[in-house]
């Protein structure tokens, strides 16, 4: 059996631009599941619902290594990674 991917995302809000680094195998299934709030933690609080930035990787292990990773990093870097991909900060979760 095959192990599933998994994707890393970055999450933020209209208000502040506050960042949210998370990991799951199915996008479409966390973004909904952040969208509507289903999740009462964090981005629900502080309505943290729009997908800035985001990266496929070949396994799940692999994924949560770069979230990790990314966590451990200083905000300039986070969002120096969103920029060089999405200048514009634009909602990626209607390109999925």
């Known amino acids: ?3 599933k991917r998994g994707f890393v995302y970055i999450l933020t809000n209209k208000r502040n631009g506050t960042l949210y680094i998370g990991v799951t195998a199915n996008l479409e ?3 909904y599941e952040h969208r509507s709030k289903l999740i009462p933690w964090f ?4 309505g943290i619902d729009k997908l800035v930035w985001f990266q496929e990787l070949p396994t799940i ?3 949560i290594e770069y979230e990790k ?3 451990g990093r200083v905000r300039k870097k986070k969002i120096d990674l969103i920029e060089q991909e999405n200048s514009c ?7 999925l």
Do not use: G, H, I, P
Not at 43 to 46: C, E, G
Not at 89 to 95: A, T
């Open 1 to 3: 059996m095959s192990e």
């Open 29 to 31: 299934k966390r973004m």
């Open 43 to 46: 981005t629900a609080r502080y």
């Open 61 to 63: 292990q692999e994924a």
């Open 69 to 71: 990773k990314l966590k």
């Open 89 to 95: 900060r634009e909602d990626l979760f209607e390109s």
